[in-house]
């Protein structure tokens, strides 16, 4: 049995399902990062005795993470578009690029910042500032590593529908990248609020 629209827009929605699928799931996701976002603001505006620990953090290396993570969803685009002319070696190309990327963003905000905090001492329970830091950048790395997951699957194993049902593999390849662009999205307005402000 075949599921509809996993190619052709459905006249009500005018999207795809896994498109108006996507867009459900992301609708879900800005509440998450908005109620994170919000907590945090209130927190910092509302504490007389905020304790100043954005010094703790190194702007360079979150500077370098997040052109990393632009570069990400550069190379995003080029796959799918590679998909889209039917160059399937650029799309492994473009996608292994951006799985690259994002690897490359956790190691470095494993092994030069979470590592290096913990030994000085800064953990969850520190401060109020530093268990926001921990959940907030801790919970999109996880969504980082869920994006990468997805993406080896369709480099690898999955890409094996470009033989068999093309169009359906273009439209999946566009839902990843919608995802992974709000990822880096989040990460866009993460760093100057918790790295600058």
Same mark, same amino acid.
């Given at each position: ?15 795809? +399902?896994? $498109? #108006?699928?996507? !867009?459900?799931?992301? @609708? ?29 953090? +190194?702007?360079?290396?979150?500077? =370098?993470?997040? @052109? ?8 995003? =685009? ?7 002319? $039917?160059?399937? $070696?650029?799309? $492994?190309? #473009? ?11 956790? %190691? ?40 990468? %997951? =997805?993406?080896?699957?369709? &480099? *690898?194993?999955?890409?094996?529908? &470009?033989?068999? +049902?093309?169009?359906?593999?273009? +439209?999946?390849?566009? %839902? %990843? *990248? ?8 989040? !990460? ?10």
């Amino acid at each position: 049995m075949e599921i509809p629209f996993t190619v052709s827009e459905r006249p009500d929605t005018g999207l795809t +399902n896994p $498109k #108006f699928g996507i !867009w459900l799931f992301l @609708a879900s996701e800005v509440m998450l990062f908005g109620s994170l976002f919000s907590s945090y603001i209130i927190l910092r505006t509302g504490s007389l005795d905020w304790p100043v620990q954005s010094d703790e953090l +190194n702007i360079t290396i979150g500077a =370098v993470n997040t @052109a990393i993570l632009i570069a990400s969803s550069l190379t995003m =685009v080029l796959s799918w578009t590679a998909l889209k002319e $039917k160059q399937f $070696k650029r799309f $492994k190309l #473009f996608i292994g690029l951006t799985i690259l990327f994002a690897v490359l963003f956790l %190691v470095l905000k494993i092994w030069l910042e979470y590592i290096p905090k913990i030994h000085h001492g800064h953990i969850l329970s520190t401060n109020t500032f530093f268990a926001m830091y921990y959940l907030m950048t801790g919970l999109h790395a996880l969504h980082i590593l869920g994006g990468v %997951v =997805v993406m080896i699957f369709f &480099w *690898g194993p999955g890409s094996k529908m &470009w033989q068999t +049902n093309p169009d359906q593999f273009v +439209n999946r390849i566009e %839902v %990843v *990248g919608l995802y992974w662009h709000f990822v880096d999205l989040v !990460w866009i307005f993460l760093f100057p609020t918790l790295y600058l402000l």
